[in-house]
């Protein structure tokens, strides 16, 4: 017994105009884009400088501090007193002024000048800086 398929008019009555008109348009708009971005490097134009501005000599990065129930700095797992964390910001920012950032990681129990510490020496070299919590890095 053969089965019959039928096949239903939708097939039949889709109009393909609007889809042409589309990709003709997207054609048109590449095309004049791409000729405009030739004209744009053809041109004789000397660019002006910047006499004060400070090139990027070190990638930006993001430096970890931790501090534990003591109040003594951890900087990537080694101790580190806060004379050395202020020679080492201050190495950041002249390196790169911009992109640096510090992440502070406080022990719940170390007292509050400890941070605050980390923070002032953040903020006089003007390197942004957050805290982190346990339960922010649970949700990571």
């Known amino acids: 017994m053969a089965v019959r398929i039928q096949q239903g008019r939708a097939l039949a009555v889709l109009n393909l105009t609007p889809l042409i008109d589309v990709v003709f348009l997207l054609l048109i708009f590449f095309l004049v884009a791409s ?61 790169n002024p911009t992109g640096n950032s510090v992440i502070i990681r406080g022990d719940r129990r170390v007292a509050f000048q400890a941070p605050i510490d980390v923070m002032n020496i953040c903020l006089k070299y003007g390197v942004a800086y957050s805290a982190s919590t346990a339960e922010e890095e649970n949700k990571q």
């Open 35 to 95: 000729r405009m971005s030739q004209e744009e490097h053809q041109l004789d134009i000397a660019l002006p400088s910047a006499a004060n501005a400070v090139p990027m000599t070190v990638e930006p990065q993001e430096l970890i501090v931790n501090i534990d129930q003591q109040g003594r700095l951890l900087v990537d797992a080694k101790p580190m007193s806060l004379e050395d964390f202020d020679s080492m910001i201050r190495l950041l920012s002249v390196n």
